[in-house]
């Protein structure tokens, strides 16, 4: 046990540096980003000066080597666009992320689990059906016209909820939150259905299909003769053996949640990191991008490293010896 | 029982910040939605007017461009003197105070200008390292020389903000990235980067106090958001009207709809390298006539741009009304190629920006169409712009899209920096993208550097936009554009655009 958690950490350490790498090759060939810093009228001497005064003169290796090593000491080098620490950046901007994620997945566990449970029970009943092709629409329409409906119906024409931006906010420490005020849980509802539609069609699909294996077996029949009530049997029996795979799927996706709700970000102008990757990536600002995709490897990979080690400790069936 | 408790301690928590919720906006108070947001807090850092217009409204230059029309007015300098072809003088405003209270003297030009050469902190280099000396003559007047004479430097003056020099000095470099403490007639509340900036009127204000007394700003960048944020009655004012949602906003009755011609003209750049097609002016006659200004204007802008016949807008000197526009003659255009000996036309490469100018990318590909037509193939080669401008920069290209103006309102400053020879030496030519080449425009223009008579220097460099327009094309001019507001009605804002697209929340009032 002790060795597989070793061998995956190392792993994950890896996967970080490759990532970090491929991205800081990559951005290279995505715009020269002195031209910016140095200002529309300057001359060719003044841009090289800049040139060299940001160090992007150096070899790639020499630039990439210099970036680790300061990265290893928790030093991630300035934006280029704010002049402002990047991790300060992007850390700023973690709870608007963090809290529209965990919403959203809140949102697509609770309704697709139900719905899931639901759907399964009565396979054949027209709304069972009515659901199913929902979840499939779920799936497959994509996040930007799913947003841009919601506001054209709840903000536009029926005027209930706003359309944009996180509403008031509360300050909690390095926390600023959005959950203390009526203003702020009005401006999560839509940008986290548009987020959990996807999820939550995900679950509700594998949740029904866990649950009609499930319900098809020896042990729940027993159950059922035993007369025990409906809820014990479906909830306490059932869902019980259903629920692994789901929670590890909601888990996984959890981490992409908060690092990659680009689209949804940029429609409601939520000001989390996706926005703020996106907006990066637009002014080339190099040191905010390499910071975040890292972040959000590292992020990604620590969610997945939780969730196998869980399972070999919960499963005593999973072997990785 | 314990459990129960702590649920009935934390709702109660819950409902007293339910309860105090950020109260409603005071009467006079404006919320507005822009397309972009500041980057950042520190004037100098960004020379972007987006990123500009809103340190003008902390901070204040030496001079200002005064709404609605950007006519050059004093500001933190009640007068300037140029004794000769090096020297500014400024003569400062008294008893003018920053947000902390600091007095304003020479002290903080001296240190706000010379902050201006350092990469660090600043895009205003060139400004930066054009200046030879700042002498203190006493605490209300400063003396500039320059290295060379620059006849456009007070003009400029609207955009080098004051900062105060104790304060930048003894703050954290990373404070003053993001509290703006200058002399303007707002003081920062509140910045949530992504989310709003929110400000306040400074009581104080030389110029008086302004008569909106809480802005709030949002930055939304998606068009559509930004409409609906309009109609749902959350902004008083949105900025950047795509001009296809603009029947949208003109149908809804509680919405009015502002249009102002922009200073920014939209033009295509040809090189004219020996050999190449593009370097016989009949080519390039045939090029301009080949294409269709007014459908491009009616058609992609949607009527939302008027036709240009140069690159320099009309309060700019330089500006040269007699110049006019080639007729469309695609006939015209397919004789003079025959002439000029394609009469099978040739091949050429158009690029340009797809994420820049208004409908850049669609006005490119229709340009394509319009000398298809008759018969020159371009190939499309659109891309973002943060890879488009270094090309241009490293002038890789041999036909593009470009748009342009000058914030100094001074042609020669463009010209050396879109139209001169490339001379890594001295500097000129840095955004001429095709290499464009010609010795009798270099000289006219190198001429025009020492000339600081107002009179002259406009004949001349009328002159000098007429040879490039008529004589050389140099490019090919395609229209102004016009940029969009759009706001409540009914609510009795008073409210002007500007030509440089600044939003000073001063000049507006309810």
Known sequence: ?321 | MKKSYLVLAISMCLAVLLVMQGQGLAASSIVVAQDVGPRMMNPHGDDSDAGLQYMANFFDGLLQRKGPEGTLAPALAVRWEHPDLLTWRFYLRKGVKFHNGNPFTAEDVKFSFERLSNPEVSEFINTGKSIDSIKIIDDYTVEIKTKQPIPWFANNMHQIFIMDKESTESRDPGDVMVHPIGTGAYKLEEWAKGSYVRMAANEDYWEGAPPIKKVEVRPIKEASTRFAALISGQVDIVTGVPVELYDKVVANKKLQVISRPARRSIFLALGNKPGTPMADIRVRKAMYMAINENEIIEKIMRGHASPAAQVPDPPTIGYNADIKRLPYNPEMARKLLKEAGYANGFDVTLSGPNDRYVQDEKIAEAVAKYLAKVGIRAKLDVKPKSIFFPEVAEGKLEFYLIGWFDGTFDMGRTYFKIAHSRDKEKGYGGLNGTNYSNAKLDKLLESTASIVDPALRKKTLQELNRMAMEDLIVWIPLHYQEDLYAMQKGKGIKFQPRPDRWMVYKEISK
């Open chain 1, 1 to 321: 046990m002790g060795t597989y958690i070793f061998r995956r950490l190392l792993q994950g350490v890896v996967v970080v540096l490759v990532v970090s790498m491929i991205c800081f090759l990559i951005f290279r060939y995505m715009g020269d980003p002195v031209l910016t810093l140095a200002g529309r009228y300057a001359t060719q001497a003044e841009i090289a000066e800049v040139r060299r005064a940001f160090g992007l003169d150096r070899p790639v290796y020499i630039q990439f080597g210099k970036f680790l090593w300061n990265a290893a000491h928790g030093n991630f080098g300035k934006s280029y666009v704010s002049r402002i620490s990047a991790l300060d950046l992007i850390l700023e901007r973690f709870p608007a992320s963090f809290e529209l994620a965990i919403t959203a997945i809140c949102i697509s566990f609770v309704m697709g689990v139900g719905f899931g449970v639901l759907v399964a029970l009565r396979p054949y009943a027209w709304h069972s059906r009515a659901v199913m092709a929902g979840s499939l629409a779920g799936i497959s329409i994509p996040t930007f016209l799913t947003g841009i409906l919601l506001i054209m119906i709840f903000a536009v024409y029926a005027g209930i909820l706003p359309p944009f931006g996180r509403g008031d906010t509360v300050q909690l420490g390095f926390w600023r939150t959005g959950f203390l005020t009526m203003s702020g849980v009005k401006h999560l509802i839509l940008p986290a259905f548009t987020l959990a539609m996807y999820q939550l069609a995900v679950l509700l699909r594998l949740t029904r299909a866990g649950m009609r294996e499930v319900l098809a077996e020896e042990y729940i029949k027993t159950a059922w003769a035993k007369g025990l009530p409906p809820r014990k049997v479906i909830f306490k029996h059932a869902l019980r053996n259903v629920l692994i795979p789901v929670v590890t799927m909601a888990g996984l996706q959890f981490g992409e949640l908060i690092a990659f709700a680009i689209v949804t970000e940029t429609i409601f102008q939520w000001p989390g990191m996706g926005n703020l990757l996106l907006t990066s990536i637009y002014e080339t600002d190099q040191p905010v991008i390499v910071t975040y995709i890292m972040l959000a490897a590292f992020l990604i990979i620590t969610i997945n490293i939780v969730v196998d080690i869980l399972y070999a400790v919960l499963n005593p069936k999973i072997r990785y010896d």
